[in-house]
């Protein structure tokens, strides 16, 4: 019974033994960016300017709000790209292991694609697609509401 412990001793110092480079690794990281941290707040500038609080992009003012409201068929176009281009992962994946996966693995991707593209007709027949006449909408009430500011 001795004899064990001593052995699993033995394996958890051996364990450490492996592990101590890991340790100072982390060790010196986490002081290293600690410091910085510390380092920027006692070095770094600090005033408080009425064009500090200010957002601006690029350096051009703010001209409006940033709080629009955009038709939900804009994320409906965003979904369908997400989900378009999943059918291009796809797709890659399946055209680079073409040779390993052989017939069973075209038929299940010209499933997949006709699936796909059955969902895209349908959705064009139903007008979920048809977001040109609205966008332009936002986008002339956007302009007048700069124009009143």
């Known amino acids: 019974m001795l004899s064990l412990i001593v052995m699993s001793a033995e394996n958890t110092y051996q364990g450490m033994a492996e592990l ?10 986490l002081l290293i960016a600690g410091g910085m941290v510390v380092l920027s707040y006692f070095l770094g500038e ?11 992009e690029a350096g051009i003012p703010v001209t409006g709000s940033a709080r629009l409201q955009f038709s939900s068929q804009f994320y409906l176009i965003a979904m369908f790209f997400v989900i378009f281009d999943l059918d291009a992962a796809f797709l890659i994946g399946w055209a680079i292991a073409f040779r390993e996966v052989g017939w069973a693995g075209y038929i299940g991707a010209a499933i ?16 979920a697609l048809n977001y040109g006449p609205v966008g332009k909408q936002i986008l002339k009430g956007m302009k007048k509401h700069q124009q009143k500011t």
């Open 46 to 56: 600090k005033h408080k300017e009425k064009v500090t609080e200010q957002p601006y």
């Open 112 to 127: 997949f694609t006709g699936v796909l593209l059955a969902i895209l007709i349908y959705e064009w027949r139903i007008g």
């Open 20 to 29: 101590w480079p890991i340790l100072v690794y982390a060790g010196l990281a």
